[in-house]
């Protein structure tokens, strides 16, 4: 089993950075690839980035390559979204989730078995 907690959300102005952190108890994270969803009021959770385990690959959504990127620490346990350029269509719950799949496809939610309680983002314009 493993417990996920994200922090770092907040409300920032259009163009600001946002750091956010998953922090892993339970289980060492280092055996799992890992992900970065949001979900908007009335609508469905949508994938944001993963990376792999090792810390080699990563993936992005097109609304977000460019402007977000995923790191982690498997030394701390601890995994990363650095988010800038912010806009207001960015705004949401965030959540991290560990996956648990070998296959198929990163930005399917299915795949992920544990998720944290999610933090909220709020950009302004």
């Known amino acids: 089993q493993v417990q996920l907690v994200e922090s770092g959300g907040g409300l920032v102005q259009a163009g600001g950075s946002l750091r956010l952190s998953c922090a892993a108890s339970?289980?060492?994270?280092?055996?799992?690839?890992m992900g970065w969803f949001r979900q908007a009021p009335g609508k469905e959770r949508e994938f944001v980035g993963a990376?792999?385990?090792?810390?080699?690959?990563?993936y992005y959504a097109d609304a977000v390559n460019g402007r977000f990127t995923i790191s982690r620490d498997n030394a701390k346990n601890t995994v990363a979204l650095q988010m800038n350029s912010l806009k207001p269509e960015d705004t949401a719950v965030y959540y991290c989730?560990?996956?648990?799949?070998?296959?198929?496809?990163?930005?399917?939610?299915?795949?992920?078995?544990?998720w944290g309680q999610g933090t909220q983002v709020t950009v302004s314009s």
């Open positions: 339970g289980r060492t994270l280092s055996r799992y690839a």
């Open positions: 989730a560990a996956r648990t799949t070998a296959s198929g496809s990163y930005a399917s939610v299915n795949d992920y078995a544990y």
């Open positions: 990376i792999n385990w090792t810390g080699v690959s990563t």
